[in-house]
């Protein structure tokens, strides 16, 4: 099992940052992926952005140049810099780890944690 805890969102105006955290019960090293999604109302839950245990990262289009994931292993923790903010940024995130074990993907997801905003 992996647990996953959230912090960082709040109220930012437009053109603001904000950086959420994920802090993860388990070594970061030993996760395949960890992602970060987001859900804002009324619309499906999408992928924001994603980094492998390699280092590789990837993002949604919507974020791109924008968002920046990155990890500390040394403190079990993911990070989501978001720059340059826009009120279609408004959505609940959640941070999501994703293990590989032979054939089976184990998925564990955080609470979430609210990003608003609006001037």
């Known amino acids: 099992q992996v647990q996953l805890v959230e912090s960082g969102g709040g109220l930012v105006q437009p053109g603001g940052s904000l950086r959420l955290s994920c802090a993860a019960s388990?070594?970061?090293?030993?996760?395949?992926?960890m992602r970060w999604y987001r859900q804002a109302p009324g619309k499906q839950r999408e992928l924001v952005a994603h980094?492998?245990?390699?280092?590789?990262?990837n993002y949604a289009d919507s974020v791109k140049g924008r968002f920046t994931i990155s990890r500390d292993n040394a403190k079990n923790t993911v990070y989501l810099q978001m720059n340059s903010l826009k009120p279609e940024d408004t959505a609940v995130y959640y941070c999501?780890?994703?293990?590989?074990?032979?054939?089976?993907?184990?998925?564990?997801w955080g609470q979430g944690t609210q990003v608003t905003v609006s001037s």
């Open positions: 388990r070594r970061i090293f030993s996760i395949n992926y």
């Open positions: 980094i492998t245990s390699g280092g590789s990262t």
């Open positions: 999501n780890a994703e293990r590989v074990v032979g054939t089976e993907y184990l998925n564990y």
